[in-house]
């Protein structure tokens, strides 16, 4: 049986603010196999966005594990975390956070020449993603060129360059108008189809999550319910019709750093 790709045990986050504690995370303890499409729903404030901050290295839980492709993520060192988050974990937020001053081919082949790869070895997969994501065409594209649903393609295909295992994406369709955001969730079934990438989505957007094999529901800071709907995937036709309802609006999710700012939407 092959090893899950998540393991959280008992995790739990806590901020501190102005003398106060705020227990964002209550204990929650999950598995996501490896190749699973997760939808991760509930009211604003109940730890969404910081709980994918942690399994995503982004922030560090006060108590608890997570393990990461069998690796233990809990007491390693930030340039480790950095080192695995890289290799490991592709991120797609609410905002695109694309370099205004590259095109679109640049933008995706980002994190490869962070890394110091190649431009020579990067470039092909680049413009295999982007075309992928329907903008093999716009490639040369600077992001105040294209729309907000092209600008957010442009982002999930950098986050695929590396082949991350994981795609963590918080919010992906808060900015876009209904057809738009239907075309975004289309695209990710279309990624774990074709990638097998496992795919852990935040989303206010309940007719999205539906359409998804498994939801997670999280409120006050605890998994509330973990429902799986079987294993299969929805055709094209079924995710449109799903997805009808316009995605809830949610709080920014990209600006978040590390500390008690990370998910000043899911604070209490």
Do not use: W, Y
Request: with cysteine; net charge neutral; charged share 20%.
């Amino acid at each position: 049986m092959a090893t899950p790709l998540v393991v959280v045990e008992d995790l739990r986050k806590m901020f501190v603010h102005m003398g106060r504690e705020l227990h964002v995370l209550r204990g929650i303890d999950l598995t996501i196999e490896q190749g699973e499409v997760v939808a991760m729903v509930g009211q604003s404030g109940a730890g969404k966005s910081t709980f994918l901050h942690c399994i995503g290295t982004l922030d560090m839980p006060t108590g608890g594990r997570i393990k990461l492709a069998g690796e233990d993520l809990t007491n390693l060192s930030s340039s480790k975390l950095a080192s695995i988050r890289n290799r490991t974990i592709g991120f797609v937020f609410q905002f695109h956070h694309l370099l205004p001053e590259f095109n679109a081919l640049e933008n995706v082949m980002m994190p490869g020449l962070i890394q110091g790869r190649s431009r020579k070895e990067l470039e092909p997969m680049a413009r295999t993603l982007l075309s992928e994501v329907g903008l093999g065409e716009r490639g040369t594209h600077r992001p105040g060129e294209l729309s907000g649903g092209e600008q957010q393609r442009v982002a999930l295909a950098r986050a695929l360059v590396l082949s991350p295992k994981l795609i963590l994406a918080d919010e992906p369709t808060g900015n876009l108008d209904t057809g738009t955001s239907e075309a975004m969730h289309q695209l990710f079934f279309e990624v774990n189809r074709k990638h097998g990438t496992t795919i852990v989505v935040v989303t206010h957007n309940l007719a999205f999550a539906q359409s998804m094999p498994r939801v997670v529901r999280m409120r006050d800071g605890r998994i509330e319910a973990d429902e799986r709907r079987g294993a299969s995937l929805p055709d094209a036709s079924t995710a449109a019709a799903a997805s009808v309802a316009p995605a809830a609006e949610g709080a920014p999710a990209s600006s978040r750093g590390a500390g008690a700012t990370v998910d000043a939407a899911d604070n209490p």
